[in-house]
């Protein structure tokens, strides 16, 4: 007797397609944020994105997510020390030699 394998389980993911909305479901926001849905409903309140009910689901505004996201970026653009990847910024030339003082 053969030994039969059962085939292994297929995995279908839809595709979320944002383009050209102006308002997302909360699957959709997390999504344009690049997260969870329970990472989403974390940090939502504390950033001010407020949904609207509007037919009987949430829905969030483009605008107040590129807003949040923006704020968040120049946080951190604002705490980065700017550099090339060598360190050649650091150490004062090009070549990662330090300079004589």
Known sequence: MSESTAPAPVIVEHAISLLGKDYF????AAHY??????????????EGIVP???GGK????????QRAIERAWQLYDKLQVHGSSTGASRMGSANGRRSAA
């Open 25 to 28: 479901t909360q699957t959709e």
């Open 33 to 46: 944020c690049g997260m969870s849905i329970s990472q989403f409903r974390a940090i939502a309140p504390s």
């Open 52 to 54: 609207a009910k509007f």
């Open 58 to 65: 949430l829905l969030y505004r483009r605008v107040d997510l």
